[in-house]
């Protein structure tokens, strides 16, 4: 099967060309046309639907600029604005459409003469949206999407001074790289004093979220918001307790891992303790990796990367890099993190990073092109409803590619030892990420089981948490305070609450298909493909059967994989 990246904005057939989203008055006539058109024939119903998602496509591209751009520019209050009118003054008004054309269509008596197994997740999705729906959370959740964007807001202000220079924290983590002890100290403490700054408004915006959230599940017939969001998330094929599961098998088979990469970080480094600015450091007389200098470089050799891998992977970042979908280093003013945005009618996703010249953003870049590989490989199905797969797949997508990718890492390393340290970091980040998963899911679990919980209850239980999933090597005494606020730097907890155990689940179906790359390059590349075409037109175990994968995150499987694993660092 041959894909092409020559993408194509999708034609308008439904509503004019020229139109774009500005109020709610311009807006409202589709959604009552579609609401009030009479369907007499299957072939009027599939009509009706492409008209529909055709209108949804509009509404979802127009909604993620306004996203892209203020995250860009957090400091522009006109960009703020724009998103917050879309947020306040136009979804609200959606929603009731939304739910009625729902109902509309599973209502209707010719809704079982679609094919079955072609609507049979979309149909799902919608039977989920329905019972989730309820009038009077709109204004909560329309207040919801503004306050989650205040955390881009206030972490984007946050910078450091260092030899007399102002960097954003993403910048400034650059030094504790650096073979000297002292600056990494130095920075390290910055960085999270820095952070204690803003803990009170960040705290303070947690409790505002939790209330609203719990207030939603609770609106919505739910016991606790987490109970809401698993539904809202879609996760029919697994339940809470098989993430109490995950969370003991990385206890018992991904901790003893985390303690010898650590111990012999320790070793390599000649320290008598490790400490927290020392775990990302080179011994002295190692230069850290500087795999690119600008975020052009950073492009032009994830494009060279990506074209040896597969020539497809190339073109779809050099397409993206054409139409200026690429937003890349790290600024003053720009919100924290990375993502990749899908764009519903372009086709070419928005890919948004933070870099800084380190070999973390050189995964990181990888990491949302293989996002972006799935948005163009999704875009060709028929209704913007199919495209909206699950999280879990969305993960396997980026973090496969991290792993197929490191055979094509030479584009950024000439020098042998520099692409074995590079490849080194990146299977320790894959181990070492899994505790920091395990914690962050756990937490949440905990702060919505217990919606009360007050500023120093949370702290008391993020603390024994982070105790429960501590390895025995590196040295945190008298950074208490730092380590009680840690949570705070997760964006996840702010803006996409419950979505990180997907990063688990999907790290170890990235090591299942990295297995079978090194048995069968071009058969692994084939089923990443075949399984990410298929969007979200099958279940979440369908599309890992695609990819040559089980559904499976038992403590059994993560103990094969996290063997396998050891036995590639070993080797």
Same mark, same amino acid.
């Given at each position: ?374 948005? &163009?490989? %999704?875009? @060709?199905?028929? +209704?913007?409803?199919? /495209? #909206? *797969?699950?999280? $879990? ?18 584009? &950024?390393? %000439?020098? @042998?030892?520099? +692409?074995?340290?590079? /490849? #080194? *970091?990146?299977? $320790? ?18 702060? &919505? ?14 603390? $024994? ?107």
């Amino acid at each position: 099967m041959t894909y092409s990246a020559n993408i194509e904005k999708l034609p308008r057939h439904f509503i004019p060309e020229d139109f774009t989203v500005t109020d709610w008055q311009s807006l409202e006539p589709f959604f009552k046309e579609l609401l009030e058109r009479n369907i007499e024939t299957k072939a009027e119903l599939e009509k009706w639907l492409k008209d529909q998602s055709e209108l949804e496509a509009l509404v979802n591209e127009d909604a993620c600029w306004r996203q892209i751009k203020m995250t860009c520019d957090t400091e522009n209050k006109s960009l703020e604005e724009a998103f917050a009118f879309f947020c306040m003054e136009i979804q609200p008004k959606i929603q009731p459409y939304a739910d009625a054309l729902n109902r509309k269509l599973i209502n209707h008596p010719l809704a079982k003469e679609l094919d079955a197994e072609k609507y049979f997740t979309y149909l799902r999705s919608m039977r989920k949206s329905i019972e989730l729906f309820r009038e009077e959370n709109i204004p909560l959740q329309a207040e919801l999407s503004v306050m989650q964007q205040q955390y881009g807001v206030i972490s984007g202000k946050m910078t450091v001074t260092v030899n007399d220079t102002e960097y954003t924290l993403q910048q400034a983590a650059k030094f504790l790289e650096k073979p000297d002890r002292k600056i990494r100290e130095e920075v390290y403490r910055k960085i999270n004093e820095r952070r204690l700054v803003d803990k009170e408004p960040l705290n303070n915006l947690y409790n505002r979220l939790i209330e609203k959230r719990n207030q939603e599940a609770l609106n919505a017939g739910f016991k606790n918001y987490r109970d809401y969001r698993f539904k809202e998330l879609g996760r029919f094929d697994y339940t809470k307790e098989d993430c109490f599961q995950f969370h003991e098998a990385v206890k018992q088979h991904v901790l003893p891992l985390v303690n010898i990469i650590y111990q012999n970080k320790k070793e390599k480094l000649g320290l008598d303790t490790l400490r927290p600015w020392d775990i990302d450091a080179e011994p002295d007389g190692i230069k850290p990796l500087q795999p690119f200098s600008t975020s052009e470089e950073l492009i032009e050799k994830s494009i060279a990367c990506f074209t040896k891998l597969r020539p497809f992977f190339g073109n779809c970042l050099q397409k993206m890099q054409e139409m200026k979908h690429l937003d890349l280093e790290s600024r003053k003013g720009k919100a924290p993190g990375g993502y990749n945005c899908p764009l519903a009618e372009s086709g070419a996703p928005f890919i948004f990073m933070n870099a800084a010249g380190q070999m973390q953003d050189v995964t990181t870049m990888l990491h949302e092109g293989g996002h972006a590989v799935h948005s &163009f490989l %999704s875009h @060709p199905l028929e +209704l913007n409803g199919f /495209k #909206e *797969y699950p999280m $879990e797949i969305a993960e396997v997508a980026s973090m496969a590619m991290e792993l197929m990718s490191m055979d094509e890492w030479e584009t &950024f390393f %000439s020098a @042998p030892t520099d +692409l074995k340290r590079a /490849k #080194e *970091y990146q299977l $320790e980040r894959v181990i070492t990420i899994f505790p920091w998963i395990a914690i962050i899911d756990k937490f949440q679990h905990w702060v &919505f089981e217990n919606p009360t919980n007050t500023n120093e209850e949370r702290t008391a239980k993020w603390n $024994e948490i982070l105790d429960e999933f501590q390895d025995d090597v590196v040295d945190y005494s008298g950074l208490e305070t730092y380590r009680s606020n840690s949570w705070q730097r997760q964006l996840h907890l702010f803006e996409v609450p419950f979505y990180y155990i997907e990063y688990g689940i999907a790290q170890l179906g990235a090591i299942g298909l990295w297995m079978q790359f090194k048995q069968n390059k071009e058969l692994a590349m084939d089923n990443y493909c075949k399984a990410l075409a298929l969007g979200g037109t099958k279940t979440l175990p369908e599309l890992f059967e695609t990819a040559g994968l089980k559904f499976d995150f038992s403590p059994e499987k993560i103990k094969v994989l996290m063997d396998f694993v050891e036995k590639e660092m070993n080797s």
